[in-house]
């Protein structure tokens, strides 16, 4: 199995006619990923990719039923492009773009809070169920170098590491359930709590590989939720960013949520954290591999 | 990003957020004329982003335009050192001229974007004028925290909570009142990621205004506000992050010895980190994006050399979505065009790695090629020749 994206998730992909969209499409298809519509304002009528395109998601889903919706948008009309998924009752919202305001940021979490909608992202890089469905940028041109069917979860902050650590898996032999890229910014939808949650409750997943950043308290909560038995699962978690903390002026990075405020966020406490509810956790990127096999039963 | 006092406290007065009465000014003249304007007692505050600025003799109070104008000859031209400025300071170009208000209380009102709720939250509290981190751990409940919702805003009865939460009474509520709602309206409508004002004070006449004002903004969001991004004030900045930032490099310059140039942040956070265990410093954080091209790995290069420290550079690739031949031949190209007279270390992986590293082999150039990223970082430490 796998958590939120598989062969029959329905796949409604906003931005439709842009170039990062016409680029991506053929590939999530190869992969399988069942794509049912797309959107772009004023391009009702065309097809991408032998994908009918609407002008709004309204019109698309009075033709077609959509489980997901994935945004190839510019970060400064994401706003309006996921409140309108949002509004229109699409259960789960994929946001990839890199630099939302903020304040956009904030406003589409609430509403989609309210609306009981699942938001993963933004600055997302997309989601991965090997052997079944990608969406985003997950796997560039060749996904089968990077990610096998298996019985690992893969949660990442960063985009880049995520797709990284699941290479390194799959070189030693050992596949992946779902890879999620939650998104490197100061807000998200889903956190590390949502995502494990889910692998909790997937048989197949017998073991999760989270990794986190400096900055925010999520891999804090993510602590929390293990040790008070809210996942059961073995836990494998890399923090990178020890050195910043020694440095006068906080680096803000591209990931703004890689902000180091007042001890809250620091990788040391994280870590800390982590190995107290039981997390294997590696300090450096090489000791995952053996971690992840150990905690297989597989040494 | 930030700005200076003085540009604050003017934005803050088109939204009718209150402040002392008083202008900028660039040379003591100016200073002595606006001083005279205002008639009475002055402080005259140095303007420079850090904070500290009291400590470190930049803000000073004058009893009439005479001595004004000659505290600003002290202040204009001097370089500051606070806390925050580091050892080298900054030079002081301009400063606030302000009437001397007489302070009744000092109270602190902020609104900051909570990141475990995804909300925004006014903080207030009677206890201003002193390190609001204190006053959270040692008297929590003198600190009112109210979560808003940024669909709605805030309504007036929020507002004047708000207001009895700061201890006014009587004709001043209704001030109080204004000035929180006339505040959220600007961090609304601006795109603030922080604003603080500590202290804001009631004065014995009975008015309420903001004496001093942090005001942080989005960056992700100044394309909004142009207004804003003229206010810029680039000596304010790294001259090497200024550069980077004409290029869309994400460059933060650091003291150590080693340049990175990687792609994506957390790559780039696990590469400083192995370099640190593998007995190094990095000399930078350089995220150079997802979608690298010569013309970026090129100017990135030029940041780097410029950087007198660096006594070797390591390059390190994860082709995820873009391809590793792609990226070599960019790496390739750059250093042919820019003089790198240290030595270079590469690790590359993902997509078409054996078509990139013939590309770094075939270049005639002095690569040294890393296999993983602890013999990458072994290797590039081994470079150092210590």
């Known amino acids: 199995m796998s958590i939120i994206l598989d062969g029959e998730t329905r796949v409604l992909v906003q931005g439709a006619t842009g170039a990062e969209a016409r680029r991506l499409i053929p590939t999530m298809q190869d992969y399988g990923t069942n794509i049912v ?64 305001p903020h304040h956009d940021a904030c406003e589409v979490l609430t509403r989609a809070k309210e609306a009981g909608t699942l938001v993963i992202g933004p600055n997302s890089q997309g989601m991965m169920s090997p052997g079944k469905a990608k969406v985003g940028g997950t796997g560039g041109e060749v996904p089968d170098l990077m990610f096998t069917p298996g019985p690992v979860g893969v949660v990442s902050r960063s985009g880049g590491m995520g797709a990284e650590l699941s290479m390194a898996l799959t070189r030693a032999g050992i596949g992946q359930s779902t890879y999620i890229a939650i998104g490197g910014d100061l807000l998200v939808g889903a956190d590390f709590v949502e995502i494990l949650g889910r692998f909790e409750k997937d048989p197949e997943t017998e073991c999760v590989v989270m990794f986190g950043e400096p900055g925010t308290a999520r891999e804090d909560q993510a602590a929390e939720f293990i040790a008070s038995g809210g996942f059961t699962k073995p836990v494998v978690a890399m923090i990178p960013g020890e050195f910043m903390e020694n440095m006068e002026t906080p680096a803000t990075q591209s990931h703004t949520g890689a902000l180091i405020e007042r001890g809250v966020g620091a990788p040391s406490r994280k870590k800390r954290l982590l190995r107290e509810a039981g997390v294997h956790v590696a300090e450096r990127f090489t000791e995952i591999v053996p971690l992840v096999r150990k905690a297989l039963g597989k040494s | 990003m930030n700005i200076h006092e003085y540009q604050g406290k003017e934005l803050f007065q088109k939204y009718g957020v209150t402040v002392p009465r008083g202008r900028v ?20 505050k140095a303007q420079i982003h850090a904070g500290g600025r009291g400590k470190g003799g930049g803000v000073k109070l004058a009893k009439d335009p005479a001595e004004a104008k000659q505290v600003a000859s002290q202040i204009i031209g001097m370089t500051l050192v606070t806390h925050q400025t580091g050892p080298e300071g900054r030079l002081v170009k301009k400063v606030l001229v302000e009437e001397a208000s007489d302070i009744a209380n000092e109270l602190y009102l902020s609104i900051v974007l909570d990141r475990a709720t995804g909300r925004p939250v006014i903080m207030a509290s009677t206890e201003g004028g002193m390190d609001i981190e204190e006053v959270a751990a040692k008297t929590p409940e003198k600190l009112h925290k109210i979560p808003v919702d940024p669909a709605i805003g805030i309504w007036p009865s929020t507002a004047r909570r708000i207001a009895y939460g700061l201890g006014l009474s009587g004709d001043q509520v209704k001030d109080g009142a204004k000035f929180v709602a006339n505040l959220y309206k600007f961090y609304d409508e601006m795109d603030c990621s922080l604003l603080e004002i500590n202290p804001l004070v009631q004065t014995k006449d009975g008015r309420v205004f903001a004496l001093d004002a942090k005001v942080n903004f989005d960056d992700n969001a100044l394309y909004r506000h142009k207004d804003v991004m003229e206010m810029r004030d680039i000596d ?139 013999d990458a970082a072994e290797k590039v430490v081994a470079a150092l020749g210590r």
């Open chain 2, 236 to 374: 304010e900045e790294d001259p090497l992050e200024v550069e980077a930032s004409k290029y869309n490099l994400n460059y933060i310059k650091l003291d150590g010895e080693v340049a990175c140039m990687v792609n994506g942040a957390g790559l780039a956070m696990a590469t400083m980190d192995i370099i640190k265990l593998t007995g190094a410093s990095p000399a930078n954080f350089l995220d150079v994006g997802g979608g690298a091209n010569q013309e970026m790995v090129e100017n990135a290069f030029r940041i780097l050399m410029s950087d007198k420290g660096v006594k070797a550079v390591l390059i390190n690739i994860f082709g995820g979505i873009l391809r590793c031949d792609v990226l070599a031949e960019g790496v390739v190209a750059a250093v042919k065009n820019v003089n790198v007279n240290v030595p270079i270390v590469i690790r590359m992986e993902g997509t078409n790695v054996e078509q990139g590293r013939e590309i770094l082999e075939n270049s005639g150039l002095d690569f040294t090629v890393g296999d993983g990223m602890a």
């Open chain 1, 37 to 100: 519509a797309g959107v772009s304002p004023g391009k009702g009528g065309e097809r991408v990719c032998g994908v009918s395109v609407y002008s709004t998601v309204a019109a698309a889903l009075r033709e077609h039923e959509a489980d997901l919706s994935v945004l190839f948008i510019p970060a400064r009309y994401s706003r309006d492009a996921a409140l309108e998924a949002i509004d229109s009752g699409v259960p789960a919202v994929n946001v990839l773009a890199e630099g939302i």
């Open chain 2, 25 to 44: 000014a660039d040379t003591p003249e100016e200073a002595e004329a606006i001083a005279k304007e205002l008639g009475g007692a002055v402080v005259v």
